[in-house]
């Protein structure tokens, strides 16, 4: 794309709008605002232009404020709950330290566009100027209400260093990776981390290019708020009806919310029949060893599951482990005295079993040792000992509720 030709036809570039649907509401609570460009016919996206290196700064900013400019003019047409998100990576925001366009952001705000509806969605990567002075930037902008959303997930060291620094409103998180088979797996689990981190610091997470059902199912699931994509609107030069999908999206969360309650119905039983069936077992073995508590335990679970071992409340193992090989049961006696305190839920489900009197099965997670994905069975046994019996994946695929 030719930066002059596109310079000297600035009558042809005007923003497009994609719209953001809320979960809560089922409806477009904002609009992300994309370049556009109008060639013989042919409307092309500028995001090639905004991410060309060989441009210089000075034509970016003249076009992207141009856009800018067109879009809030638009926007004053908007419901005043309705937000606006504007892409800044940080060479351009900080393009004349950043006070030109945050000017330009005052001449709305007396037109009625109140600035806690703009949402800079910006991005740090590749830059090589000086990030205090542009995190002291985005907290100057911030007093005027302007929300922040750190626009990708990158795979860079310092990521989640920079989410800690900046504390975004808004994680925006790009699905695309769930169409890799290779990628999606992994996705999943450095997603869960991600919405514990959203959780803690008070972010909003927000997934664009949802595409398929599934997809919007997967951001449903892990604690997406707001959604974007070609799935559910693409983006348009005029808005669009705040409401046009909504009985779409409750049609779907209900069909979300029907196959959910289905499996942690199916994990609520699957606790009930592991707390029936070992409570008869320790009863019947709670004067003998615990090696005789296994074999008992293995007569009835031995295609269920693949270790078990005893811990005390305070996680230091009692017992070696008893660990299914494919030649059958060994004793791993090198766990002895291992402790265990340190897992995540650990000490929060010896309280709740010591409380409780009753089992627990976990949620599902990697075995550091083998690899599989698996589930916990913990029972308590005594005052102070704990049983743990890990699931084996095999039966969690022939229970695909479980997984």
């Excluded at 076009?63 to 940080?90: C, G, H, P, W, Y």
């Excluded at 990030?131 to 795979?155: E, M, N, P, V």
């Excluded at 981390?193 to 664009?208: H, M, P, Q, W």
């Excluded at 019947?284 to 693949?306: H, V, Y």
Aim: aromatic content about 14%; overall charge negative; charged content about 25%.
């Amino acid at each position: 794309m030719d930066a002059l030709e596109i310079l000297s036809d600035l009558e042809n570039v005007f923003p497009y709008f994609q719209p953001i649907f809320s979960a809560d509401e089922q409806s477009v609570i904002a609009y992300e605002v994309l370049g556009r460009y109008e060639s013989e016919g042919n409307i092309i996206s500028l995001g090639n232009f905004f991410q060309d290196d060989q441009i210089p700064d000075e034509y970016k900013y003249d076009v992207d404020l141009l856009l800018v400019k067109m879009a809030l003019n638009q926007a004053l047409t908007l419901d005043e709950d309705i937000s606006i998100f504007l892409n800044r990576n940080a060479d351009l925001l900080m393009y004349r330290h950043g006070e030109p366009f945050l000017q330009e952001l005052l001449a709305f705000e007396k037109k009625g566009l109140r600035l806690d509806r703009i949402v800079l969605e910006i991005s740090d990567r590749n830059y090589a100027g000086d990030l205090d002075q542009f995190d002291h930037l985005l907290q100057y902008y911030r007093t005027y209400g302007i929300k922040i959303a750190i626009a990708r997930i990158d795979s860079e060291s310092n990521y989640f260093e920079r989410i800690g620094q900046l504390k975004p409103d808004i994680l925006k998180i790009n699905l695309q990776a769930l169409k890799s088979t290779s990628t999606g797996i992994n996705f999943h689990d450095v997603l869960f981390t991600f919405s514990l981190l959203a959780r803690k610091i008070g972010s909003t997470l927000l997934f664009e290019n949802i595409e398929m059902s599934y997809q919007l199912q997967f951001a449903w699931k892990n604690g997406g708020r707001y959604y974007q994509g070609f799935y559910l609107h693409p983006p348009v030069r005029e808005f669009i009806e705040r409401n046009l999908l909504k009985e779409r999206l409750k049609e779907k969360f209900h069909d979300f919310i029907s196959y959910e309650k289905k499996k942690l119905e199916a994990v609520y039983t699957t606790a009930e029949t592991f707390q029936a069936k070992v409570q008869e077992i320790v009863l019947k073995n709670r004067n003998g060893t615990f090696q005789d508590l296994f074999q008992a335990l293995i007569k009835e679970l031995d295609q269920i599951a693949f270790r078990m071992y005893v811990c005390d409340e305070d996680g230091f193992q009692k017992s070696a482990n008893i660990f299914k090989e494919t030649t059958g049961w060994i004793n791993q006696a090198q766990y002895i005295q291992k402790n265990w305190s340190w897992r995540p839920y650990f000490l929060e489900n010896i309280i709740k079993m010591r409380n409780e009197r009753k089992g627990i099965l976990s949620d599902l997670y990697s075995d550091i040792e083998t690899g599989e994905t698996i589930r916990t069975f913990s029972f308590p046994i005594s005052g102070n000992e704990y049983l743990f019996i890990d699931i084996a994946y095999q039966y969690l695929f022939q229970h695909d509720q479980l997984l």
